[in-house]
């Protein structure tokens, strides 16, 4: 019994003495807690003075055209230096900032003469910092006397595959030269300029917006970061041309001859033409018809010079462009005269007086012999239009006369030559 009541009082003993190191250790780490969060505190909020170094800091150049305008210098270096900057303050400060927060400048409109310069760098510091140290504190800008010069532009095709039928024609530019102003040691080196046009898969005319380089004295692109281009880019225009050779169209002014009955011979019988790759399509007028007043043909052969009237799209790609027709006309169209009695006035003004002098018109006809047979002077007409004419017109006119004929047989029969008609007005 007795060694009963003595395990359970060691049980309870040790109970007891778990207990007490619990509740030791929660006061432990509570303020542990608090310690950290203390110290969060005052790293973040009441921190001592914070040293950071920001490197590699860009240096803009400021009063760039002040410089220009009041000394008449232009800066040819300086562009594209860097610093390191080291600022102080709080840590919570410097944790709300980014690399791009800190700003260097270097005030060049200072300079007053050409060559090197030393130049002082300073600092825009964000509120709450102070500025530690700029390092290098200046920076080297070189700097010379500004000038302009004129440059005239050139092409540069790149990527050029064009293979025959396709040719390349004389580009249009937009201007022919550019002014370049700057420093005169860097303009001292330019040989010209040249406009970049991409040819990569063109096979018709096309414009083009191309930039415009410059070109030092090696025939490298110059540098252009301290010149000032009147113009960057420019619109040019590329001929690309396709040249054929095109068969010159003839046809008849009445339609009165079939080609049955005629041969028509045009030397050459074609143009070498020049034009726009996409223009040669099916059924394009490229050389305007040669047009043969079949009435104007007196004998056969008839032979006729003509200059060929080519789309304005095109041009002739040949020295002499003059072509010769020749007419021949079948052996069976024959030629008879007729003498009309049948002659009449149309758009005669009403108080206009007049007489037709002549009583008859003696017009010759082509045909076959088997169609002129048929035709009597009776079926043939001759018309004088009278418009414009009015009272105050007097005298003896000579009008031409439109010969009509009214028969069955007039297909392809017509009178060869003009005819005219003497008219007394108001005598």
């Known amino acids: 019994m007795n060694d009963k009541r003595s395990i359970i009082r060691d049980v309870a003993s040790e109970s007891d003495t778990k207990a007490k190191k619990n509740r030791n250790v929660i006061p432990k780490i509570l303020c542990v807690l608090a310690a950290f969060v203390l110290w969060i505190y005052v790293m973040q909020v009441e921190s001592p003075e914070?040293?950071?170094?920001?490197?590699?800091?860009?240096?803009t150049l400021e009063n760039v055209s002040a410089l220009k305008t009041d000394a008449g210098l232009s800066v040819y270096s300086g562009s594209g230096s860097v610093v390191n900057v080291t600022v102080s303050g709080k840590k919570?400060?410097?944790?709300?900032?980014?690399?791009?927060?800190?700003?260097?400048?270097?005030?060049?409109?200072?300079?007053?003469?050409?060559g090197r310069n030393s130049v002082e760098v300073s600092v825009d510091v964000p509120d709450g910092l102070s500025l530690s140290e700029i390092s290098p504190a200046t920076v080297t800008v070189f700097a010379d006397k500004?000038?302009?010069?004129?440059?005239?532009?050139k092409e540069k095709l790149d990527k050029m595959v064009l293979s025959s039928p396709y040719e390349l024609g004389k580009l249009e530019?937009?201007?022919?030269?550019?002014?370049?102003?700057?420093?005169?040691?860097?303009?001292?080196k330019l040989t010209g300029a040249q406009v970049v046009?991409?040819?990569?898969?063109?096979?018709?005319?096309?414009?083009?917006?191309?930039?415009?380089?410059?070109?030092d004295e090696n025939g490298d692109a110059a540098d252009t970061?301290?010149?000032?281009?009147?113009?960057?880019?420019?619109?040019?225009k590329v001929p690309i041309y396709v040249t054929k050779d095109v068969e010159i169209p003839v046809s008849f002014k009445y339609g009165a001859l079939s080609d049955d009955l005629v041969d028509v011979t045009v030397t050459p019988a074609s143009l070498t033409v020049k034009g726009d790759g996409t223009l040669f399509t099916d059924g394009a007028e490229i050389i305007d018809p040669i047009v043969i007043d079949e009435k104007a043909i007196t004998t056969s052969p008839y032979v006729m010079t003509v200059h060929p009237t080519v789309n304005g799209k095109f041009t002739v790609d040949s020295e002499n462009e003059d072509v010769t027709v020749t007419v021949t006309l079948d052996p069976s169209l024959v030629t008879k005269q007729f003498n009309v009695t049948d002659i009449s006035v149309i758009?005669?003004?009403k108080d206009l007086k007049y007489e037709i002098a002549d009583k008859s018109v003696s017009v010759t006809l082509r045909g076959t012999e088997e169609q002129l047979s048929k035709i009597k002077a009776s079926d043939i007409s001759a018309v004088v239009d009278l418009e414009g004419y009015d009272s105050e017109t007097t005298g003896t006119?000579?009008?031409?006369?439109?010969?009509?004929?009214?028969?069955?047989?007039?297909f392809g029969v017509f009178e060869i030559g003009e005819y005219n008609v003497h008219i007394k007005i108001n005598q």
């Open 50 to 59: 914070y040293t950071e170094t920001f490197r590699s800091v860009p240096v």
């Open 347 to 349: 758009n005669a003004p």
């Open 146 to 153: 500004t000038d302009t010069v004129s440059l005239n532009v």
């Open 397 to 410: 006119v000579s009008k031409t006369a439109v010969i009509g004929i009214d028969s069955k047989q007039t």
């Open 225 to 236: 970061t301290y010149l000032n281009l009147s113009a960057a880019e420019m619109n040019v």
């Open 92 to 114: 919570s400060v410097r944790n709300k900032l980014t690399d791009d927060d800190i700003k260097a400048f270097a005030d060049v409109g200072k300079i007053k003469e050409s």
């Open 173 to 188: 530019f937009e201007f022919d030269s550019i002014s370049v102003s700057g420093p005169r040691s860097l303009l001292d």
């Open 197 to 215: 046009v991409d040819m990569d898969g063109k096979q018709s005319t096309f414009t083009a917006n191309c930039p415009i380089v410059l070109i």
